[in-house]
C-alpha cells in the first residue's frame, strides 16, 4: 500500500511525528514490532510519566553538535506539548526542579497521542516486524507498505526488557549515515568492593561532579554502587576511568568547628550524625578518620576532614548498562541531519527523531521533550514535502544547521 510516510517506532516521537504529518493531511502509516504503543512512556515517572519540563533549554542536552538541538527546541517548546496535554483534559503537577507529571497515569500521554493521531488518519500496526527496508525509484518499502518518507523513530537499546533494540543504528547505517558510538546514559554507578561503603539503601542530598559537569539532587548508595538522581545526572558525562566526585556536606568546615565548640568530648561520628543518616556517619568516619575527639583536634585537622567531605571521590568500575539506563547516548550523528527538518542530507525523504539520534537530554522530563520537539519538526517537514512535491531538505549548500 502507499503512503506519503512510514514511521517506525510507536513511542513518543514517532506517535507525534505521524499526528503532526497526518493531521497535515499526509497519509502516515506507523510500524512497531511491540504489542503495545508507548512502552517507554507507560513506564517512565513511575507510571506518571514526566512528560516535560519547565526549564527546557538547548544547555540542557548532550550532543557531539551541542547546537543541533536548538532549533527543534525552539519551534516545538515545552509550553506546546503542555498545552496539547491541557486540551486533551490531563490534569497534571509540577515536582521538584521543573518536572511536569500526569496526576493520573502515564497511559493518558499514550492515550492522548494516538487519539492525535486517529484525528490524523494515522494507521499504527503494532506487533509488526520490520523486516527489510527496501529503496528505489524514490520510495522506502517495508512490511508491504512503500511511501516516499521513512522515520527512524525506533529510539534506542536502553532498557531491553521493553523490546529496546539497536536497529535505529543498523538502519542509519544501512543508508550510510555515521553513527556516534551510543553508550548508556542516565544510568547507575557499579564499584569496586573496596569502595563500597556497605550502607546500601541510604540516601543523602548531595553535589555530584563528573565530566566538568555537577548537579545538586540526592545521590543513593546502592548494593552494586551509586545510583539516585544525582548519580544519574553525571553518568551522561563521565568517561570510563574517571573520577565521580560527592559533596555530601557543604559548608561541613564550619559546621566542624561549632560542633567542636559546642560538644568538644564528642566523635567525629557523632558530629555528622547531625547532618547525615547515622549508617552514613558511621561509614564515613570510618573512611575519613579523626585520631581524637572533636575539642582536641586542630582547625589544619577539622579542615582536612571538611575537604574530604566536600571531595568524596569514587572510580566507578563501569554503569549498571542498557539494562538500567533510563535513556541511551550517542546515536545517529546530526552532522548528516537537518536541524529544521530531521531529514538525512544525502538521503532523501530519510528522517532520524528521538533516542535514535545523538541528543541526549538531562533527567527529568527533557528527553521527552527532545522526541516531541524532534517529531514535529519532521512531521511538519514531511507534511511540507508532499504539498510541495519532492524532499523537505535543501541541498547542502544551503540547508538549516
Known sequence: MR?????????????????????AGARVLVIDHAPKAGKKILISGGGRCNFTNMGVEPECFLSENPHFAKSALSRYTQWDFLDLVQRHGIAWHEK???????????????????????????????GTGIGEIGQGDGLFRVAGAEAPALVIATGGPSIP?????????????RFGLAVVPPRPALVPFTLAEDEMLGIAGVAVPSVAMAGGARFEEAALFTHKG???????QVSSYWSP????????????????????ARMPRARLRAALSEHLPNRLAEALAARIPLGSELGNASDAELDRVAAALGALTFHPTGTEGYAKAEVTAGGIDTDGLSSKTMEARTVPGLYAIGEAVDVTGWLGGY???????????????????????????VPPSRAAT
Open 226 to 232: 551509586l545510583s539516585g538522581p544525582a548519580i544519574l
Open 241 to 260: 576511568g574517571k573520577a565521580v566526585t560527592l559533596d555530601i556536606l557543604p559548608e561541613a568546615g564550619a559546621l566542624l568547628r561549632e560542633a567542636r
Open 3 to 23: 503512503y506519503d510516510a512510514i514511521i517506525l517506532g510507536a513511542g513518543g516521537a514517532g506517535l507525534l511525528a505521524a499526528a503532526t504529518a497526518g493531521q
Open 161 to 173: 526488557k521493553m523490546g529496546a533494540t539497536g536497529v535505529a543504528f543498523d538502519i542509519a547505517r
Open 367 to 393: 528527553n521527552f521533550q527532545w522526541a516531541w520537539a524532534s517529531g514535529v519538526a519532521a512531521g511538519r517537514a514531511i507534511a511540507a514535502a508532499r504539498q510541495s512535491g519532492g524532499s523537505a531538505t
Open 96 to 126: 521538584t526542579l521543573g518536572q511536569l507529571f500526569c496526576d493520573g497515569s502515564a497511559r493518558q500521554i499514550v492515550a492522548m497521542l494516538l487519539e492525535e493521531c486517529a484525528a490524523g488518519g494515522v494507521e499504527v500496526r503494532l
